[in-house]
Every structure is written in C-alpha cells, then in structure tokens.
C-alpha cells in the first residue's frame, strides 16, 4: 500500500519541530504568572479611560497600538536565520493552513477585545471579572471537544475551587451578585472566544514554525481592520479619525495596548510550554492582581474576605500545578503522547 506523501510530510515535520524544540512545563508555568500580572493591569487602565471614548473606538485603538507595539519584534525576527512562517523552505499547505487559522482567530479575536472592554461597562467590574474567570473550565471543555484532551480530576478540582474562591471574592464576601442581569452571560462570551481561539492557536504553534510574535502580529492586524470598520459603520469614519488625534484618547490606548501585547507574546510562548487550560487557570485571579495593584496606587484598603479569597486561590493554584505534573521523567514519551496535539 502506497504511503499518503501529504501525510508523510506532515509527520516528519512534526517529529522535526518536537526534536527542535521541547516543551519545559516550569518555563510555561513562570510565563503563565507573568501573564497573570499583566492581565491584573488591564482592567485598571481600561476602567481609567475618559468616558467620552466608547468601548469601540477604545477597541481599535488599543487593537492599533498592539500592532504598532509588535512591528519592531517582526521587523527583529526578519533579520534571524529562522523566518518562523515566512521561511522558504516550509510546504506551501502548513503555510496556506496557518494563514488560515491565523485569519479566522483574527476575526475570534476582534470580537472578543470589543466585548473585553464592554463587558466591563455593562455588566460591572464584579461581575465582568467573574464572568472572565470561568475561561480555564472554557479551556478545559475546548481542549476536550476539540482534541479529545482529557484533565485530571484533580486539576478540574483545584480550577473549580478557585473559581469559588474568585467568585467569593467579585461579591465581596456575600456570595450575591448585585445587579445580576442578561449582561453577565454576555460577558461570557469573551473567555469563550478566547478558549476556542487559544486552543486552536495553541495547535497550529505546535505543528508550524509561526512564531508567537507573528502570531501576535497577525491577530492584531487582523483584529484592527475589523474593528476599524465597524467603528467606521457605527461611530463614523471622523469620529473614529478625531478620536486618533485626541492625545488622551491616544495615551490610554498606547498603556492599554502596549500591555495587552506584552501579555499576548509572552502568553503564545507560555502555550508552547503547557497546555492552554494549565496556562489560563493559573492567570484566573487576575482580579487579585488588581486588588494589590488598587492598594498600593489607589490606596484603597484590602478586607479580610479579600485575604480569605487570595488564601484559597493560592492553595488551588499549588494543588493545579502539583496535581498536573507527570508521574514520571519520561520526555521522549511526552513529547510522543502529546506529540504536541495530534494531526
């Protein structure tokens, strides 16, 4: 029987890449935290903005200034001997497939950085945060769907007990939502969005040479065409130009979108390293972050319930990473069983 030479190809490149290139779960797991810091940034500079700039208009500038921000790294890379996606010697169907899948997580990602920033308008930062945090159990469902990836009752333990511990801290304390209304399920829309997309990117960093950056390139170039035009269609075109001379505008959506893209490369090269479920439990407690960050900029106090809630989400993040971690050193095993996501 004749072999399938697309087939063949496609396997060599990948046991290729995995000899090249192997997964270290600390380093994902250390760029996982670090990815939790910047997120815990974001909503304070989101909420800072002037209430004159729209969720919108705010989407595309900050979508603009990330791809500014990633303009110097691809420029960099360029001038490498490894071109990651844009090197000659790869099989034009990986390139073609990448293209597309950047394409498509394009448009996912567009729409979820509008409803990042209106989901914390409408339905309130309490119970936006809340909403955000369900994205691990998104992950976790996506991993599963898609690739059949199957958890460890303990990490789905520990990821439920910290969403517990997130959502006792969203209510101070009381365990009510104040003002629970149709626009926290739309607020869950963003960590669905960000679990299919994530998953599926996760997939094509795996078994392609694109590099996070490029990656990072192509979902903001993507994600601010869309969201230009369709600020164009709502707001106007002049009024989406008069907000691009609007200097304060402009200072909060280069802090806003300087940030999200430094979390955006160091996240692709954290899913490099572990699974995208591992990766975004560990970044759940972003709203402690912000908490932290309140108190000592804003001077605000910090709550006893608010030491309880950090308690449990620390003690859940130690049990995910020990309950994760293989029962054996087995890395050619590993790399052969994830064979990072199966073709």
Known sequence: MESDPEKTHKSHFIHTMSRSFSPNRNIGIMLSFISLFLLGI???????????????????????????????????????????????????KIRNRTFKVMGLTGIIFSISTFFYVFAFETAGTISAAIAIQTYPLFSIGMEFILYKKKKKIGEILFTIIMIIGIYYLGTDGTWLIDGFSPWFALALVVPFLWSVAH?????????????????????????????????????????????????????????????????????????????????????????????????????????????????????????????????????????????????
């Not at 002037?50 to 420029?75: D, K, M, R, V």
């Not at 900029?297 to 709550?303: A, D, G, H, N, R």
Request: charged share 10%; proline share 4%.
């Open 199 to 343: 998953v599926i990117i996760k997939r094509t960093l795996d078994t392609s040479p694109i590099t996070p950056n490029q990656v990072t390139f192509f979902r903001v170039l993507i994600s601010s065409l869309i969201l230009f035009m369709i600020s164009s269609i709502v707001n106007s075109t002049n009024n989406v130009f008069e907000g691009l001379m609007n200097l304060e505008f402009q200072l909060f959506g280069f802090l806003m979108g300087i940030v999200y893209y430094l979390e955006l490369v160091n996240w692709f090269h954290a899913v490099k390293h572990v699974e995208v479920s591992i990766a975004s439990t560990i970044t759940t407690p972003t709203p402690i972050i912000t908490m932290i960050l309140a108190f000592f900029i804003l001077k605000e106090t910090i709550q006893l319930y608010q030491i309880i809630a950090m308690t449990i989400v620390v003690i859940s993040i130690y049990g995910l990473i020990l309950s994760g971690r293989p029962k054996s050193k087995r890395s050619k095993d590993t790399m052969e069983s994830l064979n990072i996501i199966s073709v």
């Open 42 to 92: 974001l909503p304070v500079i989101s909420n800072s903005r002037p209430s004159a700039l729209n969720a919108l208009n705010f989407a595309f500038y900050l979508s603009l200034w990330e791809l500014i921000c990633s303009l110097p790294l691809l420029f960099y890379e360029s001038t490498k001997q490894n071109l990651g996606i844009f090197q000659n010697s790869i099989d034009s």
